[in-house]
């Protein structure tokens, strides 16, 4: 080969080595303007390159011909070779700290499903509660029972204190009258009751002043959920008035009358059927009384006592209507067999009723009766006393301020009087109380009565009406005031009356 052929080749080669390193310190200038981002593997990543080994000088072939490469080798470069700073911890940003690749991983697919949650339920809305009467008596608190006693003294006047007919001789009075309630807070079984007594003194007529009392207390026991057991007891002190049928004598004062009596039952459920089973003790008891001329009149012949046994099955046609069928039997016997005008008085009666409890809406509640009962006696001289009888108890209540209550009775009952058998009494009684502030009351009171005599054409008829108000000072004190109009239309000459109540007092209650 010539010499300018071998210089023309080694001159090629040169310039090729030399426009290869112009590329590459282009391309690492361009990267260095970009961010200094590293374009070839470090070298603490990377594995180590052996050094290129030297040419021998004694080659005739310049170094640049020989490895163009090496014309950069050996000069400074910005790629570093150190390791980085924190090159051994992965890559935060400030941002980001805390946050892990394995977050930010799609969600693994789901092989099972579980069934979705629930929707929580409801919350249940708060049961409203009756709003307190804060003249309400609190009561006293003894273990699981509280009791209420009140004390009433109050004042007035009568303008008939015997109920005689004719002229009569006012007077003015006081009444004494105590009170006790009774209710139980067990979980299971149940005790309440309630005992009233009363004292009423005439200044002027000391022979009118009378005592009168009045109570009940029940227990109830739950044997188990469908079967409860009933025990009752009763008590009334009352007095007669001299002008009185069965009182054939003039009398001075008012003799007294005792009623007492107890009842022991069982009830059971079986779904919406219910069985009462009830068996009940009564005895009466008449104080002699005391003639004008002085002597005394016995009245022994009409004491008696009184046995009856009942039974009731009532069906649960919805929540709010109970009809029930009833039937009785009972047996009065009187101490004395024979009475003071020679008739023997014991016997024994049987009824049946049907009726129902109800309670239409919470304005509305009650219970209604109706039936018939047959009584035989002893003596063949009297014959059967038979007729209808009943109970009625309404309680309505149209405005929460208003309240209506009805009642009604008609029953069989016993006489002395000389060729009857008995009497047929009938009574009702009207009550609409009012108020007018929360601490006042108007209550209204009206009542009609009327009482047969069987073979006698004797017929009483005995009407009332009054008012009364209360006036709530605190929890404890109440005023109390009233008027009563009374009046006795009679068939027998010499019975008729009429009488006006006024009275005013002071009552406190715990």
């Known amino acids: 080969m010539s010499r300018r052929a071998t210089i023309l080749l080694l001159s090629g080669t040169a310039l090729a080595g030399l ?18 981002l590293r374009g070839t ?65 799609p969600p693994q697919p789901d092989i099972a499903k579980l069934p979705p949650a629930p929707e929580p339920a409801p919350v249940p809305r708060r049961k409203t509660v009756a709003e307190e009467d804060p003249y309400a008596p609190l009561g006293l608190r003894l273990g699981a029972v509280t009791l209420k006693p009140a004390l009433t003294a109050s004042g007035g006047y009568d303008t008939n204190p015997q109920r005689s007919s004719g002229a009569t001789k006012g007077s003015y009075f006081g009444r004494y009258e105590g009170e006790l309630s009774v209710q139980s807070d067990w979980n299971v079984h149940e005790l309440k009751g309630k005992l009233r007594g009363g004292y009423t003194e005439y200044f002027k007529q000391r022979d009118a002043s009378r005592p009168d009392a009045e109570g009940g207390l029940d227990l ?56 009462n089973l009830r068996g009940s003790v009564d005895r009466f ?21 009184q046995y009856e046994l009942r039974l ?56 209604i009766s109706a039936g018939y009962q047959d009584r035989k006696y002893e003596d063949a001289r009297l014959k059967n006393l038979r007729g209808p009888v009943g109970d009625v108890a309404i309680l309505w209540t149209p405005t929460p301020l208003t309240t209506v209550t009805l009642r009604g009775t008609a029953e069989l009952g016993d006489t002395t009087i000389a060729g009857s058998s008995g009497t047929t009494a009938r009574r009702v009684n009207l009550e609409i109380a009012h108020a007018l502030r929360r601490n006042l009351t108007v209550t209204g009171v009206a009542g ?63």
């Open 19 to 36: 426009a290869a390193a112009l590329v590459v310190a282009t391309e690492a200038r361009a990267q260095q303007a970009r961010g200094a």
């Open 41 to 105: 593997t470090p070298a603490y990543v990377a594995q180590p390159q052996p050094d290129p080994v030297p040419a021998e000088p004694t080659s005739p072939i310049p170094e640049a011909a020989r490895d163009p490469a090496a014309l950069i080798q050996n000069q400074g470069s910005v790629i570093s070779r150190r390791p980085p700073p924190r090159a051994s911890r992965p890559v935060q940003s400030p941002a980001l700290r805390g946050v892990t690749q394995r977050q930010f991983r």
């Open 220 to 275: 109830r026991l739950d044997a188990s959920r469908d079967t409860r057991i009933l025990l009752e007891s009763r008590l009334k002190l009352d007095t007669q008035r001299p002008g009185s049928p069965d009182l054939n004598a003039s009398v001075t004062g008012r003799p007294l009358t005792y009623a007492y009596g107890g009842s022991a039952g069982i009830t059971h459920d079986v779904n919406r059927l219910q069985f």
């Open 285 to 305: 008891d008449y104080e002699d009384a005391k003639l004008t001329s002085g002597a005394t009149l016995s009245q022994r012949d009409r004491n008696q006592t």
């Open 312 to 367: 009731r099955a009532a069906y649960e046609l919805t929540p709010g209507i109970k009809p029930f069928v009833q039937g009785e039997v009972d047996t009065r016997q009187f101490d004395q067999k024979v009475d003071s005008n020679g008739y023997e008085r014991s016997s024994n009666g049987i009824g049946a009723s049907v009726g129902s409890t109800f309670e239409i809406s919470r304005q509305l509640t009650g219970e």
């Open 448 to 510: 009609f009565g009327r009482t047969e005599y069987d073979g006698q054409g004797l017929r009483e008829d005995f009407s009332t009406l009054g008012v009364r108000i209360e006036y709530k000072l605190t929890r404890t004190f109440a005023i109390r005031a009233g008027f009563t109009h009374e009046r006795l239309n009679s068939t027998a000459p010499g019975s008729d009356y009429t009488a006006n109540v006024s009275q005013v007092g002071l009552r406190v209650q715990f």
